[in-house]
């Protein structure tokens, strides 16, 4: 019996294909929440996106390195907390040009909706490409070598390529507001996602 035909599109070759996917992103879903695992969010060759109302991080650092991929290499300012919390953040990734006349799917994903509930994360590394915000420091260092970042969680050399002589900065506090920031790469030693909420939604429904 051939599968059923709505629209164009084979639904039940399409659920073969898709319920691995869905059963595998909830159960990594339900981990993040609970703070059960290490988290690391990169979709091949393509950016994404991320905005937050507010970013609180401590012991942060920055420096120049490349982030480097099955698409190709692309250079990123690498943002490092030894641990961070994030109010109403927003992070989502277009897929265009589905098979199976699907056409573009954005996935997005919402959490710390609630200020008393937020984002929690430790050793937190961003690869971005773009960022825009409002920016508080506390006891900045600006234009250290690259090769003296200690304090942090975040060691340069370790996971990411860094020029031990190039330009880098420092600081005990780091307070983002209107976070708006296109990012290549997000890993954390821990990711707890409170009030998680993961779509699919047609068309492109980016969070900013």
Not at 59 to 88: C, K, L, M, R, W
Not at 161 to 179: C, H, I, M, W, Y
Request: net charge positive; with cysteine.
């Amino acid at each position: 019996m051939s599968s059923q035909v709505r629209g164009g599109t084979r639904w039940k070759r399409f659920a073969l294909v898709m319920v691995p996917s869905v059963v595998a992103t909830a159960a990594v879903g339900v981990g993040l929440a609970q703070g059960a695992l290490a988290a690391s969010f990169s979709v091949s060759g393509q950016s994404f996106k991320v905005h937050a109302d507010k970013l609180v991080g401590h012991d942060f650092v920055q420096y120049g390195s490349i982030a480097s991929g099955e698409a190709g290499s692309h250079p990123v300012a690498v943002s490092g907390f030894s641990d961070a919390t994030i109010t109403n953040m927003c992070q989502s990734v277009v897929t265009p040009d589905l098979p199976f006349g699907i056409g573009t799917v954005t996935l997005q994903l919402n959490a710390g909706t609630n200020p008393k509930k937020p984002v929690r994360a430790t050793n937190l590394y961003l690869d971005v490409a773009e960022l825009d915000a409002d920016a508080y420091f506390e006891n900045i260092d600006i234009g250290v070598a690259a090769g003296s970042i200690g304090k942090p969680g975040i060691q340069p050399g370790t996971k990411k390529a860094v020029n031990p002589n190039g330009f880098a900065q420092r600081s005990e506090t780091a307070v983002l507001k209107d976070v708006r920031q296109k990012a290549w790469a997000t890993t954390a030693g821990t990711f707890k996602l409170s009030n998680l909420s993961l779509r699919l939604k047609p068309g492109t429904k980016e969070c900013y």
